[in-house]
């Protein structure tokens, strides 16, 4: 494990390294966690880190279909890209969520992420660790949302995405959604 860990941080494949967020120890195995867990990662991986019947590859591939739904406005709360459009190569995307109504609402760290490929909405592989916590906008407030994108590990193509977040308003959770494009 320490083996590992040394040759991952010391990698000049500075995309590999970004795509393997986590590794650990399970029983006779190393499971190594990836942003987007592919043949093709799993073989840079082996290729340029190490190559052990031991490991075993965690995260998501980019083809899990999303059926998560959302709005943009409910009641006098909305959410918005800060800009509708931004490049494929963007690291992140940044949303307002603005509170227009008289009561305090909150959320918490986590987000999604999704993309449409072909009719269907698929997820987009992003953070996957988030801490647990509950912070609170106050009435007439607003606070800016950062997803990360990772350019690198996923290559995203231009096209239709969206952004959800989960808001709890007047004691009931419910889902936001804001859709931005990206575009070369």
Same mark, same amino acid.
């Given at each position: 494990?320490?083996? +590992?860990?040394?040759? +991952?941080y010391?990698?000049t494949?500075?995309?590999?390294?970004?795509?393997?967020v986590?590794n !650990? $120890? &399970?029983?006779h195995?190393? /499971?190594?966690d990836?942003?987007?867990?592919?043949p093709?990662? =799993?073989?840079?991986?082996? &290729?340029?880190?190490?190559?052990?019947?031991a490991? $075993?590859?965690?995260?998501?591939?980019?083809?899990?279909p999303?059926?998560?739904?959302?709005?943009?406005?409910?009641?006098?709360?909305?959410? @918005?890209? =800060?800009?509708?459009? #931004?490049? *494929?190569?963007? =690291?992140?995307?940044?949303?307002?969520? %603005?509170?227009q109504?008289?009561? *305090?609402?909150? %959320?918490?760290a986590?987000? %999604?992420?999704?993309?449409?490929? !072909? !009719?269907?909405?698929?997820?987009l592989?992003?953070?996957? @660790? #988030?801490n647990? +916590?509950?912070?609170?906008?106050?009435?007439? !407030?607003?606070?800016i949302f950062n997803?990360? +994108?990772y350019?690198? @590990?996923?290559?995203?193509?231009?096209? /239709? %995405? /969206? #952004?959800?977040?989960? @808001?709890?308003?007047n004691? $009931?959770? &419910?889902?936001?959604?804001?859709?931005?494009?990206?575009?070369?």
């Open positions: 494990m320490e083996e +590992l860990r040394k040759r +991952l010391t990698t494949d500075i995309p590999l390294r970004i795509n393997a986590g !650990g $120890r &399970e029983s195995t190393l /499971r190594i990836l942003i987007r867990n592919t093709e990662w =799993q073989k840079r991986f082996r &290729e340029q880190i190490m190559d052990s019947p490991l $075993r590859f965690d995260g998501p591939d980019g083809q899990e999303c059926d998560l739904d959302g709005a943009a406005q409910i009641g006098d709360v909305h959410l @918005v890209p =800060q800009q509708n459009v #931004f490049p *494929t190569s963007s =690291q992140e995307v940044n949303f307002i969520l %603005y509170n109504s008289e009561d *305090t609402i909150s %959320y918490g986590a987000y %999604y992420l999704a993309y449409e490929k !072909g !009719g269907q909405w698929y997820y592989p992003t953070d996957r @660790v #988030f647990l +916590l509950k912070i609170s906008l106050l009435p007439n !407030g607003q606070t997803a990360n +994108l350019p690198e @590990v996923n290559e995203n193509q231009p096209g /239709r %995405y /969206r #952004f959800f977040k989960e @808001v709890e308003i004691g $009931r959770e &419910e889902m936001m959604m804001a859709e931005f494009s990206l575009h070369k």
